[in-house]
């Protein structure tokens, strides 16, 4: 961007205020993005977090920082509940299924890398698996425990009085400490949780590793301090995650770094191991299907399995501000979808139309740019601006090779794909739909000749034929689209 470009101010969770972007060095950005627990399917909120996490990085290389973006795999050590209590979610999956634990997390890795790549996720430039990271999560721990940690007979434990201004991040501190943080017999305080779980006497788990304090496996927060730190260095840039990492799993993270680092109390934000920490809000979904434990819960594949283009719901993440609660319905995803065809058919007509393949933009579409840019970097204000893109496409009397630079350079950033889609594309046919789009042609065409013919008894009986299939026929539709699955 040009020197007169606003600069990026982002909304830091730690501090609770706007703060302009200041990287550790010097136009670089490190960014680290708590990842799945590969246990299960993603459902479609917890993709939202890596949507958000992708148009932060998308945003940074348009300001012009060159992006290390670090997303992690977690599969050992994660909880059934988050509050560091329960079965590891890997083990108990791994029973379930009466598969390798090593399968298990191969399976439901593929899956998620390919929900990923389906919503247009930019790949980061690694994905650390945690498994991979036990020799370091093992010297960090020998580091912080003599200070830090106690042993008990279910595990190493930390101190969480040993630190400064533990829970900071999750402004929830309380004479009784979190609620919600498992009751361990022997623990000195009630957010004490585990650095390392000891396998308990007679049982053996398909994942566990020697260490001085037992044979066992690592907690899942020590795994994300470990890799953020060994890839990125203390302090990186950006921590982000779900709103719901920001009262535990994040407070714990910071404890850790602070420990480490034998950093002091987090008036400091960089003491915290990242200099911002940034959360998503939640997607909300009113029939409860957005929770795993119902067995049938809002996948990408259910998206797309009743016809909806995943970019639709992409589209639909970037209508709201990440730090707003979302809420799914069918009918915002159909509305997302249709505002996506317009913009696609609209991107179509220009290519045919342009001269030249998309070059750099005028003068003419530069007051559009600056009011992207002040949208964008104004944390990441998507909903603006998605109305400044708007209006690009809808000028008139422009040139078309100017026009779709200015679009590919605001499409950069929001990861629509507008200049890569076809029409095409977008009509997914729906699992359960039999009849075959030669077949809806035909019909249509049929019907088209009986409309000509002013037989609309015929027309009207195909029509219903149709319907009867669960095809749509969209007479008048401004779009073009003509017909659809539903």
């Not at 909120?45 to 977690?74: C, E, P």
């Not at 007679?202 to 994300?224: F, T, V």
């Not at 990186?236 to 002091?264: K, L, M, S, V």
Request: charged share 25%; glycine share 8%; with cysteine.
């Amino acid at each position: 961007m040009t020197d007169t470009s606003p600069p990026l101010v982002l909304f830091n969770s730690l501090t609770r205020q706007m703060e302009p972007f200041q990287p550790v060095h010097p136009g670089e950005a490190r960014v680290y993005s708590c990842g799945p627990t590969v246990y299960n399917y993603p459902h479609i909120g917890n993709m939202r977090a890596y949507v958000f996490a992708d148009v932060l990085g998308r945003t940074l290389s348009f300001k012009g920082y060159k992006l290390t973006h670090v997303i992690n795999i977690t599969d050992v050590g994660h909880l059934t509940d988050d509050a560091d209590a329960g079965e590891d979610k890997m083990e108990k999956m791994a029973r379930a299924e009466a598969r390798s634990i090593w399968d298990i997390a191969e399976h439901y890795k593929q899956a998620y890398w390919a929900d990923v790549q389906a919503l247009g996720i930019r790949q980061p430039a690694r994905w650390t698996v945690a498994t991979d990271y036990v020799p370091q999560m093992l010297d960090f721990a020998k580091k912080i425990a003599p200070a830090h940690c106690y042993e008990l007979d279910s595990g190493l434990y930390f101190d969480v009085s040993t630190v400064a201004d533990y829970g900071r991040l999750a402004r929830a501190q309380t004479e009784e400490g979190e609620g919600r943080i498992e009751a361990v017999e022997g623990k000195r305080n009630a957010a004490d949780f585990a650095i390392w779980r000891k396998t308990p006497p007679g049982e053996k788990r398909q994942m566990e590793w020697d260490s001085p304090w037992g044979r066992g496996a690592p907690g899942w927060h020590l795994e994300c301090s470990v890799m953020s730190g060994e890839v990125l260095g203390f302090p990186f840039d950006i921590h982000t995650g779900g709103i719901d990492h920001r009262e535990i799993h994040h407070p714990n993270e910071i404890a850790q770094n602070q420990a480490f680092c034998c950093t002091d109390g987090l008036d400091l934000a960089a003491n915290s191991g990242a200099r911002l920490w940034m959360h998503n809000n939640f997607l909300v979904e009113r029939s409860g299907k957005m929770s795993k434990s119902s067995g049938e819960f809002l996948r990408l594949q259910l998206l797309i399995d009743k016809g909806f283009h995943p970019l639709a719901y992409r589209l639909m993440c970037l209508q709201a501000h990440y730090r707003s609660e979302l809420e799914f319905s069918w009918e915002g995803l159909a509305a997302a979808l249709t505002r996506l065809k317009r913009m696609v058919m609209q991107v179509d007509a220009l290519k045919a139309r342009a001269d030249a393949p998309a070059g750099a933009a005028s003068g003419k579409f530069q007051p559009f740019l600056e009011r992207f840019d002040a949208a964008i970097s104004d944390d990441l204000n998507t909903a603006v601006a998605l109305t400044v893109l708007d209006e690009v496409v809808a000028l008139k009397k422009a040139d078309p090779a100017e026009k779709l630079a200015t679009i590919a350079a605001i499409d950069a950033v929001l990861g629509l794909n507008l200049l890569g889609l076809a029409r095409a594309d977008l009509r997914l046919r729906p699992k359960a739909a039999t009849i075959t789009e030669a077949e809806i042609e035909a019909a249509l065409a049929a019907r088209k000749e009986a409309r000509a013919a002013k037989d609309f008894a015929r027309s009207d009986a195909l029509r219903d034929e149709l319907a009867g299939q669960g095809v749509e026929v969209m007479d008048g539709d401004p779009l073009g689209w003509e017909w659809a699955l539903g």
